[in-house]
């Protein structure tokens, strides 16, 4: 069975940081590109960052600089270190895996920045 399950979200302070991980199982992670895609109240699913089976990576340019994501392959983990947060970082957060025609989603976790 497919699992992708996100944590570390929560209230933070502008200026915060916060760390997103999404345990993958059920899958062979090591092949699979890993995304971070994030939905606001009211928006649309915008793409964060993705990072390959290789380990390269990018961004929307404006995380760039202030959020890293890195996957273990040995956990079978991707993060999402989240700097400088602002107040319009507030969303869902959701991981996706993907590869050829497969695609799997988790169902998210709530970050919010706040003062």
């Known amino acids: 069975q497919v699992q992708l399950v996100e944590s570390g979200g929560g209230l933070v302070q502008p200026g915060g940081s916060l760390r997103l991980s999404c345990a993958a199982s059920?899958?062979?992670?090591?092949?699979?590109?890993m995304r971070w895609y994030r939905q606001a109240p009211g928006k649309e699913r915008e793409l964060v960052a993705a990072?390959?089976?290789?380990?390269?990576?990018n961004y929307a340019d404006s995380m760039k600089g202030r959020f890293t994501i890195s996957r273990d392959n040995a956990k079978n983990t991707v993060y999402l270190q989240m700097n400088s947060l602002k107040p319009e970082d507030t969303a869902v957060y959701y991981c996706?895996?993907?590869?050829?025609?497969?695609?799997?989603w988790g169902q998210g976790t709530q970050v919010t920045v706040s003062s």
């Open positions: 059920g899958f062979t992670f090591s092949r699979y590109t």
């Open positions: 996706k895996a993907s590869f050829l025609t497969r695609d799997y």
């Open positions: 990072i390959t089976n290789g380990g390269s990576t």
